[in-house]
């Protein structure tokens, strides 16, 4: 579900997004596909793969199926096919051997982990982990280069979080829990969610209400069912698509540990928890001892730990959860473009896209450019010291230009301008990102607290592109006689 959170912001940013899965597990391929995105299954493998008795292998490499060399073989057998920045690994049986041999061919990896067990080959590493000891060890797990983004401010979560967390009042949490979730993930094997329940039914008090969210491979769903039909302060879930709603009107939460204790801490959901799988043990643990959660082992601890709730209330968890995702995926696109200083060759490439009409309708420029006029346009345009000009580059290839004008540091503004070239990578989410750096020069170098700019009335793609970044129209107060026709242009700003 992490990998489908960045996808899903990515998708939004114009990137184009595909999964890699080896799994027949049906409720996770639905989700992946009723979001819109492409799913390569990889075979699975019918054979017994012992990898733990190898030397040198993850603690968690039986989980792939197959061995590493298969799995990356296979893998590179779907990206071999398709145009590929970057690749995104979530998986703890993935080492830096697996992903040296898929880094091939300019590709860029991130890798998401939060146990810091074993050594990985990557380009950016996420973990949203609250241990403050992540960071030294990471610096021996990876290599120099890798830029590491570590801590509980880059959790990856899903954006509705974010939407129904301005929804709650957390006054109203304080006290004896009234509204409960319990959400124990996965087949649920040794029966928890039952446990759970029966001793809610024993010890809350009248009108307590208890979500009981439950996942299409529980293996006692049948069970939960039948439970939650003969006593009316349970409601059932199964394979619920409204997890944030349910836990954004919660006071109180149960469950297991994994993603979702980001999702609670980031929506400030006092939780007691249950460590389910070895990996959870240390980060839960760790969690516990600075008040973020509280576990129970047995039922016992269990029973006692829910008398002394429905008693005495609870408290809201620290606040240090954050969601990381607009972060991340912006480092993600900023790695692939560049600002750079003109060059000749750049200037000659400018006068080739502009030969196409389109683009010059966008700058309402009436007549197609001759060469003498355009060079003689663009020596000028960089000699002229009074502003800063760019070249927008995708790894290694020149797609655009952008640059900051009419710099008033009277007046506490400045104007910018950008545009893509390369109409193949028009729509895809680089304007974000060439925008985003070319605010962050006006507002941390100049020093200007409003950008203004101007837009064809016809081009409603840009209009509607700069809309969803902060910028309202306004009344221009910067002379427009360069344009075609002044009514023909909008004038923008946003203020920092």
């Not at 057998?77 to 898929?102: A, C, F, R």
């Not at 640059?403 to 729509?427: A, M, P, R, V």
Request: glycine share 6%; hydrophobic share 40%.
């Amino acid at each position: 579900m992490r990998c489908l959170a960045l996808a899903e912001y990515l998708q939004e940013e114009g990137s184009q997004c595909y999964f890699v899965i080896r799994s027949d597990n049906q409720e996770i391929l639905s989700i992946i596909r009723n979001k819109g995105f492409f799913v390569f299954q990889l075979r699975l493998s019918h054979e017994v793969i012992n990898c733990r008795s190898n030397s040198g292998e993850p603690e968690h490499a039986h989980w792939l199926g197959v061995d590493w060399a298969t799995d990356a073989a296979d893998t590179n057998s779907v990206l071999n096919d398709l145009k590929i920045d970057w690749i995104i690994v979530d998986h703890y049986g993935l080492d830096m051997k697996w992903e040296k041999s898929l880094r091939g061919n300019g590709r860029l990896l991130m890798v998401i982990d939060d146990l810091a067990d074993r050594h990985h080959d990557c380009d950016l590493l996420i973990d949203p982990g609250v241990d403050s000891s992540l960071y030294t060890k990471y610096q021996t797990l990876t290599t120099s280069n890798c830029v590491r983004l570590i801590g509980p401010k880059y959790a990856i979560l899903r954006r509705e979080f974010a939407e129904y967390k301005k929804s709650i009042n957390f006054e109203k949490r304080l006290g004896v829990p009234k509204n409960i979730v319990v959400m124990f993930g996965g087949s649920d094997s040794d029966q928890s969610t039952l446990q759970v329940l029966h001793l809610i039914l024993k010890l809350a008090p009248p009108k307590t209400k208890v979500e009981v969210i439950v996942a299409l491979i529980n293996v006692n769903k049948d069970l939960i069912l039948d439970f939650c039909n003969l006593h009316t302060m349970f409601r059932p879930h199964i394979a619920s698509s409204e997890i944030a709603l349910i836990l954004s009107r919660a006071d109180f939460a149960i469950g297991s540990g994994g993603g979702a204790t980001y999702e609670r801490l980031f929506l400030g959901l006092p939780a007691l928890l249950k460590v389910v799988a070895k990996n959870q043990l240390k980060p839960l643990q760790y969690m516990q001892s600075i008040n973020l959660i509280s576990l129970y082992e047995t039922e016992d601890e269990l029973h006692y730990k829910l008398v002394k709730v429905f008693r005495d209330g609870v408290k809201r968890p620290p606040n240090i959860v954050q969601d990381g995702v607009p972060v991340i995926c912006d480092w993600i696109l900023n790695k692939l473009i560049g600002l750079n200083s003109p060059l000749p060759r750049d200037v000659r490439q400018t006068f080739k896209w502009l030969q196409h009409e389109g683009l010059r309708n966008q700058f309402l420029m009436s007549e197609q450019p001759q060469r003498r006029g355009h060079f003689h346009y663009w020596r000028n345009l960089l000699s002229d010291t009074s502003q800063k000009v760019f070249s927008i580059y995708f790894k290694n290839q020149h797609i655009g230009n952008a640059g900051i004008k009419n710099i008033d540091l009277k007046k506490d503004q400045s104007e910018l301008w950008l545009y893509i070239g390369e109409t193949i990578f028009q729509g895809v989410g680089h304007g974000k990102v060439v925008l985003t750096a070319l605010e962050k020069i006006i507002h941390k170098e100049l020093l200007c607290s409003r950008v203004v700019l101007h837009v064809s009335k016809n081009n409603n793609h840009a209009y509607h592109f700069y809309i969803r970044n902060g910028y309202t129209v306004t009344v221009d107060d910067i002379a427009t006689s360069k344009f075609r026709s002044i009514d023909q242009v909008v004038c923008m700003e946003k203020l920092f």
